[in-house]
């Protein structure tokens, strides 16, 4: 593990900063944790509410067992503990957007327990320090509804739309010391949960959000007093926070003060937080175990079928791509770097190796290159994602075919992409229509290289003085005069031939 | 001609069938005499259309030849904590006064899938929580029953089922479903001469009840005999997928396994239960059970249930805790009572509505239940409870290694007078004592008629039994309710 030299500079000399995160990740699943109600994001007000997530008299909450397995699956995609027996707790407390009165979620037994993350500060850098992060729990429970205040000018309205819904709450070990770890931890995080399939990670739509704990100490000391900063909603406002959180702490105890321990908020529009609650005015939560629910014992057939269940996870995925692949670290790292590009990638190899009848090794490179350089450019032009490409993995690989047997050069290939992107028509449909073969014939070749430096004597006489630049002025004239049809390896062979004779 | 209203749900039911009176007939009888009982204010909403509902429907299927539900033809009355569709729900409170849900009850449904109509929603203490049925807001329920001495002292139907304790004994409903959680079953059965049963906790859904203590709260019936309780167990027992805690056993035919034969069973007598100053009528009504149960063929063996001096302390620190959270739901947001004074906030709407919607008892409660909850005390009280919940379940696990049930008292006296032991709160709870224990170990048991006192009141006997071990809990009760033969009833003064 690389300690970080991040320290906050302080008038009376440096502070090294502590961060802790706690992540709620809603659950990916059809259904709440403890009612059969909808969890559709963006639904009508009061829409996806069942008489469980309202709390009318009587009603009583089962859990679900999808729920359970996500979190389970995401403890073990993270090395970590899963307790076979947990149990349900409330956590009581009065709010209009808590139908019950109370949150069931796990305080004393949680249902996944230690583990660990790995980070790295810079992904694309093989030589970029890694480090370990701990996680201390994971731990499901309720979500809370909405309070709507701009509906009325003297009421507040209730959506309880989201009451029931399934979180997961990741919480890490103090490991993190600077904004760069939280804010890769975050990111690393949620890469993993979207492998995993138990969070879509959509941190705009709340369906991921961070409490981060930050305090502050002299190097090697004690640790400081923290503050919780709640609901911080992306990577860049975590590590605005805890850059912003450290520098006010520190300011504070330079001049003498301490810090409190409490609850903030942050506001991204003044990129600054403000204090919401002391440890003071601090609910007594009255935790004690759910007596409307039975403690949850998970069997070995219940464990085995989620680990089996488990994709490849992004680091295994990514040291797969280097050694196995022979990508570069950079590729590897972008490659792998979210769930659903590495799934379109490894379409496309499949379905490459599969048409040129070679193994994915072999046409890993120039899969990767394609990719990275010719698709993304394209998506990035036309504003579209990955998700929504109008190019898919099947058609890519008949392209890249086309390319390494020979049929059509590279530049032809950008040429035919082009085409697809703007027709939706197949590779191989445009390459015969458009007469777009390349010729490896030598006669009708060496026949255009001839004329070429008969036309231009000039520069043969040049080149052969020992300006040997001009050979690729050479390729370009006799690759011009074929209209990028002729095969440039056997160009190159020819055309050197002819030089040499 | 028969009097329809005196007969059991068996004789109804079977009645019925053979053709000896139509449905109508019946629930006319019981609709009459609900209508004529004002005074005993079992009732918070009557039914009688419901009740003729179903008898039409019962009649309508005899007539057509179709298979008939278990209790076509029986009319009863539900407590009014079961929460019934389009029929108003107020658990005796103000609270939930004007409530009328959506949805009903696994239990009561299953009593109309089976054919049962609905005289009304019986009174109760108001969530549940009393001995006397003087906290609903309703007003008290008077027990149909009086002292023999001259005076006319209204008297507790006993709590919390009060409203289908003294419905049934006044023969405004055959049998009646009650909840308990300390004994709401068992004590109001016993203060009015009629039988009821808690099953074990898991074998009635407790979905669409409101709750009041979760880990305790379990429906079951109230009728005059064993044999009703019986057939209206089987309806209402049952695996609910709706609740975590029901049991996935399929539900024994209890009805068709009675038999008062107690040859080869073992009865204990708990030495705990005869604590010093007992009640010397109780006393000697426990004696006289216990002749019964020898005479029934059962053999009687003393034991030892050591904890159970903790066990009402224990009791009164988990329900509680239970409640305290169980009732946070109801805060005037989306249902019930709401008070809103001018230019309140949401707290200030809490603390009105709360104020205003929940009767002194419950507050109690709710005060006790956060205190033992909070921080710094919750391992002196909750956890040191349960710790102690453990050590009564144990004592009669062990128990239940010399003997195959238990026989004891139901409750510490007879009825009292209303109004009698109101004021001190600690004295009413003392009723649960023989009851409590039972609940907290979530084992089956039942109350059963022994005769009368002095006064000419009613007092009862209790059947703990096995956990899952229903059937000799009855039978047991069977033998009882045979040798006591009871057959008392109060004078018709309301």
């Known amino acids: ?501 | 001609m028969t009097n329809l209203t005196d007969l059991t749900v068996a004789e109804i039911r079977d009645g019925f069938r053979a053709g000896d009176f139509s449905a109508r007939e019946v629930a006319e009888g019981f609709n009459a005499n609900v209508a004529a009982a004002k005074a005993l204010n079992a009732f918070i909403v009557e039914t009688p259309e419901k009740a003729l509902e179903a008898a039409d429907a019962a009649d309508k299927a005899k007539a057509a030849g179709e298979t008939l539900g278990a209790l076509a033809g029986v009319p009863i009355g539900m407590k009014d904590l079961f929460c019934t569709q389009g029929v108003q729900t107020t658990a005796a409170s103000h609270m939930l006064e004007g409530f009328v849900p959506t949805y009903e009850s696994t239990v009561s449904a299953k009593l109309w899938a089976a054919g049962a109509g609905m005289l009304g929603k019986l009174n109760l203490d108001q969530f549940a929580m009393g001995s006397s049925n003087e906290t609903s807001y309703f007003g008290n329920v008077i027990s149909p029953w009086r002292r023999k001495d001259g005076g006319n002292a209204a008297l507790a139907p006993g709590g919390s089922s009060g409203g289908s304790s003294s419905a049934i004994s006044a023969r405004l409903c055959p049998a009646a479903t009650g909840t308990d959680t300390g004994g709401s079953i068992r004590q109001p059965a016993a203060f009015t001469g009629i039988s009821g049963i808690k099953p074990t906790y898991g074998r009635c859904s407790r979905w669409g009840v409101v709750a009041f203590a979760s880990s305790l709260d379990q429906a079951g019936p109230m009728a005059r005999t064993v044999r009703d309780n019986a057939i209206l167990l089987e309806t209402m027992s049952g695996f609910d997928p709706k609740d975590s805690t029901s049991l996935d056993l399929a539900v024994p035919q209890w009805e068709a396994g009675l038999s008062s034969d107690l040859k080869g069973k073992k009865v204990g007598i708990p030495k705990e239960y005869r604590p010093d100053g007992l009640n010397e009528e109780i006393s000697a009504m426990w004696d006289r059970g216990i002749a019964w149960l020898k005479d029934a063929g059962a053999e009687v063996v003393d034991v030892s249930l050591p904890h159970t001096k903790y066990a009402l302390a224990t009791y009164y620190i988990i329900a509680p805790a239970e409640a305290s959270s169980n009732l946070a739901r109801y805060d005037g947001v989306r249902y019930g009572q709401r008070d809103l004074p001018d230019g309140a906030g949401l707290q200030d709407m809490y603390a009105a509505t709360r104020a205003a919607g929940f009767g002194p008892e419950v507050k109690r409660r709710i005060m006790i239940g956060t205190y033992v909850l909070s921080a710094g005390f919750y391992d002196a009280y909750y956890t040191q409870a349960q710790k102690v919940r453990a050590l009564i379940s144990r004592d009669f696990e062990l128990a239940f290694e010399k003997c195959d049930l238990l026989l004891t008292p139901t409750a510490p006296s007879a009825a009292f007078a209303l109004g009698e032991k109101q004021a001190d709160p600690l004295a009413m709870y003392l009723n649960d004592v023989f009851t409590v224990p039972a609940s907290l170990a979530g084992l089956p048991a039942m109350a059963v008629p022994g005769g009368l006192d002095s006064a000419g009141l009613p007092i009862g006997l209790q059947i703990i039994g096995k956990a899952l071990d229903e059937q000799t809990v009855l039978n047991a009760s069977l033998a009882l309710e045979e040798r006591a033969g009871f057959n008392a009833r109060p004078d018709k003064w309301w």
């Open chain 1, 1 to 501: 593990m690389t300690e970080s030299t991040y320290r906050v500079q302080g008038a009376t000399g440096e502070w090294e900063v502590v961060i802790g995160l706690e992540v709620h990740a809603q659950v990916t699943s059809q259904a709440k944790l403890f009612s059969g109600a909808a969890t559709a994001f963006g639904a009508e007000p009061n829409t996806q509410v069942s008489l469980v997530d309202a709390a009318m008299p009587g009603m009583l909450p089962v859990p679900n067992r999808e729920c359970i397995r996500q979190a389970v699956r995401t403890g073990m995609a993270i090395d970590a503990k899963i307790n076979k027996w947990s149990r349900f707790d409330r956590k009581n407390y009065f709010y209009a957007d808590l139908p019950q009165g109370y949150q069931i979620s796990q305080l004393y037994h949680p249902l996944v327990g230690e583990g660990e993350i790995e980070i790295s500060l810079d992904d694309k850098n093989p030589d970029a320090a890694t480090k370990v992060i701990g996680i201390e729990r994971i731990h499901v429970e309720q979500d809370a509804g909405k309070l709507m205040h701009d509906q009325h000018p003297t009421r507040s309205y209730v959506d309880l739309n989201r009451s029931g819904v399934a979180l997961m709450e990741i919480v890490s070990k103090p490991d993190m010391r600077s904004p760069a770890e939280a804010g890769a931890y975050l990111a690393k995080l949620r890469t993993i949960l979207r492998y995993v399939g138990s969070c879509d990670g959509n941190m705009d739509q709340g369906s991921m959000r961070a409490d981060v704990n930050v305090s502050v100490r002299r190097p090697g000391e004690e640790f400081g007093t923290r503050t919780e900063t709640k609901n911080v909603n992306s990577v860049r406002f975590v590590m605005a926070v805890v850059e912003h959180e450290a520098s006010r702490q520190v300011d504070v105890l330079e001049a003498g003060g301490k810090v409190v321990q409490e609850t903030r908020l942050y506001d991204p529009d003044k990129n600054e937080t403000r204090s919401m609650r002391s440890k003071e005015d601090a609910h007594d939560y009255r935790y004690f175990p759910d007596p409307d629910l039975l403690p949850l014992e998970l069997d070995d057939a219940f464990l085995e079928a989620c680990r089996q269940s488990l994709p490849e996870l992004p680091d295994a995925k990514r040291r797969r791509y280097e050694g196995d692949l022979g990508l570069s670290a950079y590729n590897a790292a972008t490659l792998t770097a979210d769930a659903d590009t590495a799934r379109w990638f490894e379409a496309l190899l499949s379905e490459a190796a599969r048409i040129q009848k070679k193994s994915e090794g072999e046409v890993a490179k120039a899969s990767a290159n394609w990719l990275l350089s010719e698709l993304y450019g394209a998506l990035n032009r036309l504003g579209k994602s990955l998700e929504d490409s109008p190019v898919g993995p099947e058609e890519g690989a008949e392209l890249l075919a086309l390319v390494a047997d020979g049929t059509i050069s590279g530049t032809i290939a950008k040429q035919v992409f082009e085409i697809m992107l703007e027709t939706g028509e197949r590779a191989p449909k445009i390459v015969e229509e458009k007469g777009l073969k390349q010729t490896s014939d030598t006669g009708a070749i060496e026949a255009v290289v001839a004329d070429v430096l008969v036309r231009n004597g000039d520069k043969v006489e040049q080149y052969r003085a020992g300006k040997e630049a001009l050979f690729g002025f050479f390729v370009g004239q006799t690759m011009k005069a074929m209209q990028g049809k002729a095969n440039p390896q056997v160009v190159n062979e020819l055309v050197k031939k002819a030089l040499a004779a």
